[in-house]
């Protein structure tokens, strides 16, 4: 997720310890000391990891990995070949990953980009849907200056066509505060478009509206594995049907 995030998740605050400056953004970096929870264990990486080690990060229990692909429509992760190719080569599930910047471009133009980069999906049963990372704004207002209706037809404009392009729902990557200020806490997504939620606590808390349960948690910023901490709310097999969208 953009760096950004962990000035962005100040509802976990009490858990976040150190504060570092990163693009004139507070970004928040300390994982918090509470344990793992339950679920299949999983990472996010972006060009701010590098080269990852990915035999290292298997090893260690890590079964899937999101890697950011875009942003925008004017930046591709450069590392995104060794990071994408080497989870899927040690046997992880992966996918990738696009963080809007709903201020610049539409959202269909943005899905388009985000296909067109990476973004893509296939069944091969080890693709999950591509993520749109959908949070607070690290170059300024946090809405990026729109309305909560326009933030709705924006991230529908997104979906859609990456529904269109690809045939799958994005997966959503918010957190419960920025869904609910940005977009007025709208349950409109939920019944196609599976939760990535963001919380570095304990606890999950309180969900985006109409999503009665997560997909995927990240829940560090740092710890056993290179990036943020996650975990899938199941088993591999039931991973496998997501990435698969049924029966592979």
């Given at each position: 997720?953009?760096?950004?995030?962990?000035?962005?998740?100040?509802?976990?605050?009490?858990?976040?310890?150190?504060?570092?400056?990163?693009?004139?953004a507070a970004?928040?970096?300390?994982?918090?000391?509470?344990?793992?929870p339950a679920g299949?264990?999983?990472?996010?990486?972006?060009s701010?990891?590098?080269?990852?080690?990915?035999?290292?990060?298997?090893?260690n229990?890590?079964?899937?990995?999101?890697?950011?692909?875009?942003?925008?429509t004017?930046y591709?992760?450069p590392?995104?070949?060794?990071?994408y190719?080497?989870?899927?080569?040690?046997?992880?599930?992966?996918?990738?990953?696009?963080?809007?910047?709903?201020?610049?471009?539409?959202?269909?133009?943005?899905?388009?980009?985000?296909?067109d980069?990476g973004?893509?999906?296939?069944k091969?049963?080890?693709?999950?849907?591509g993520?749109?990372?959908?949070?607070?704004?690290?170059?300024g207002?946090?809405?990026y200056?729109?309305?909560?209706?326009?933030?709705?037809s924006?991230?529908?404009?997104?979906v859609?066509?990456?529904?269109?392009?690809?045939?799958?729902?994005?997966?959503?990557?918010?957190?419960?505060?920025?869904?609910?200020?940005?977009t007025g806490?709208?349950?409109?997504f939920?019944?196609?478009?599976?939760?990535?939620?963001a919380?570095?606590?304990?606890?999950?808390?309180t969900?985006p509206?109409?999503w009665?349960?997560?997909?995927?948690?990240?829940?560090?910023s740092?710890?056993?594995f290179?990036?943020?901490?996650?975990?899938?709310?199941?088993?591999?097999?039931?991973l496998?049907?997501l990435?698969?969208n049924?029966?592979c």
């Amino acid at each position: 997720m953009h760096r950004s995030m962990r000035s962005a998740l100040r509802a976990a605050g009490a858990a976040l310890l150190a504060t570092v400056t990163v693009a004139a953004a507070a970004l928040l970096g300390a994982a918090p000391a509470h344990a793992a929870p339950a679920g299949l264990p999983g990472m996010d990486v972006s060009s701010y990891q590098g080269n990852v080690n990915w035999s290292g990060a298997w090893a260690n229990g890590a079964r899937f990995a999101y890697v950011k692909a875009t942003e925008g429509t004017y930046y591709t992760n450069p590392y995104f070949a060794q990071q994408y190719n080497g989870s899927y080569n040690v046997g992880m599930i992966r996918g990738s990953y696009h963080f809007a910047r709903p201020d610049t471009t539409s959202g269909a133009t943005q899905a388009n980009y985000f296909v067109d980069h990476g973004g893509g999906w296939s069944k091969d049963g080890r693709t999950l849907p591509g993520a749109l990372d959908i949070e607070y704004n690290p170059y300024g207002a946090t809405c990026y200056g729109l309305s909560q209706a326009s933030m709705r037809s924006w991230i529908a404009s997104f979906v859609n066509q990456y529904h269109a392009r690809t045939g799958r729902w994005a997966t959503i990557y918010t957190t419960t505060d920025w869904w609910s200020t940005c977009t007025g806490n709208t349950a409109q997504f939920a019944a196609n478009n599976p939760l990535w939620i963001a919380r570095y606590s304990s606890s999950v808390g309180t969900l985006p509206a109409g999503w009665g349960t997560y997909s995927f948690w990240q829940w560090a910023s740092s710890g056993t594995f290179p990036g943020d901490q996650n975990v899938w709310n199941g088993t591999l097999d039931r991973l496998r049907v997501l990435a698969c969208n049924g029966p592979c």
